[in-house]
């Protein structure tokens, strides 16, 4: 089975504090993605990642960067977070194959509190 | 760009039928997808149609979709009360080197009734 593990399920930072969100799949999966996931907004792509040390802007790139420096993980970052980044953080990964139906594998979720 | 739309909340009691609407935008989707959210875990894939499909089953799983409208719909026969979670629906556009990206929707939120 493919298993996508975040490091972190809950984290409480403060206003200004680096936070750091690590994911690690273990199916050598191309691809990978980080998400936020907010009530009623569903899930939004933040960056994802289509190879090692490549990334490309999702939706909503503002105020994080991302990390891939090994193809089995990807870290989120938050340089300097703030209070409207309190959310759900779902990291995913997909298999580039040639039928490419382009299934994503989620981990169970970073839930982070920025007071 | 892309867009997903589905209502928020569906009451269903154990038994029934459900069903889950969704409209998107993007009329170069690849595939379109329904995933399932239980409580306090990731989204787990239930079922996938690919664009040039308009019906898929799979056990108590009906697919619908209707490409002229941009529609698509979740059936769930015989409802029961561990189909309680967040569906989400979501649809794929190809990224050249990089797969599939996908555009989810806000997520309907199912309570199912004993």
């Given at each position: 089975?493919?298993?996508?593990?975040?490091?972190?399920?809950?984290?409480v930072k403060?206003?200004?504090?680096k936070?750091?969100?690590?994911?690690v799949?273990d199916?050598?999966?191309?691809?990978?993605?980080?998400?936020?996931?907010?009530?009623?907004?569903?899930?939004?792509?933040?960056?994802?990642?289509?190879?090692?040390?490549?990334?490309?802007?999702?939706d909503?790139?503002?105020?994080?960067s991302?990390?891939?420096?090994?193809k089995?993980?990807?870290?989120?970052?938050?340089?300097?977070?703030s209070?409207?980044?309190?959310?759900?953080?779902?990291?995913?990964?997909?298999?580039v194959?040639?039928?490419?139906?382009?299934?994503?594998?989620?981990g169970?979720?970073?839930?982070?509190?920025?007071? | 760009?892309?867009?997903?739309?589905?209502?928020?909340?569906?009451?269903?009691?154990?038994g029934?039928?459900?069903?889950?609407n969704?409209t998107?935008?993007?009329?170069?989707?690849?595939?379109?997808y329904?995933?399932?959210?239980?409580?306090?875990?990731?989204l787990?894939?239930?079922?996938y149609?690919?664009?040039?499909?308009?019906?898929?089953?799979?056990q108590?799983?009906?697919?619908?979709?209707?490409k002229?409208?941009?529609?698509?719909?979740l059936?769930i026969?015989?409802?029961?009360?561990?189909?309680?979670a967040?569906y989400?629906?979501?649809e794929s556009?190809?990224?050249?080197a990089?797969?599939?990206?996908?555009?989810?929707?806000?997520?309907?939120r199912?309570?199912?009734?004993?």
């Amino acid at each position: 089975d493919v298993k996508v593990t975040q490091s972190s399920r809950y984290l409480v930072k403060r206003t200004g504090e680096k936070v750091f969100l690590e994911c690690v799949q273990d199916m050598d999966h191309e691809n990978m993605f980080w998400y936020r996931q907010d009530p009623g907004l569903g899930l939004r792509l933040i960056y994802f990642s289509y190879d090692v040390k490549m990334k490309e802007k999702g939706d909503i790139p503002e105020g994080y960067s991302v990390s891939r420096e090994k193809k089995e993980r990807f870290s989120l970052i938050l340089e300097s977070a703030s209070t409207n980044q309190t959310s759900m953080y779902l990291c995913a990964s997909s298999l580039v194959t040639v039928i490419n139906t382009g299934e994503l594998f989620f981990g169970e979720g970073s839930r982070l509190t920025v007071l | 760009g892309e867009d997903v739309e589905q209502s928020l909340f569906l009451s269903v009691r154990e038994g029934d039928s459900s069903v889950i609407n969704c409209t998107y935008t993007d009329s170069s989707s690849t595939y379109l997808y329904w995933y399932k959210q239980e409580p306090g875990a990731g989204l787990q894939l239930l079922t996938y149609i690919f664009s040039n499909m308009d019906m898929k089953q799979d056990q108590r799983l009906t697919v619908l979709l209707n490409k002229k409208d941009k529609h698509l719909s979740l059936r769930i026969a015989d409802t029961q009360t561990g189909d309680s979670a967040i569906y989400f629906c979501a649809e794929s556009r190809l990224i050249e080197a990089a797969g599939n990206k996908l555009t989810f929707g806000g997520g309907t939120r199912v309570l199912v009734k004993p």
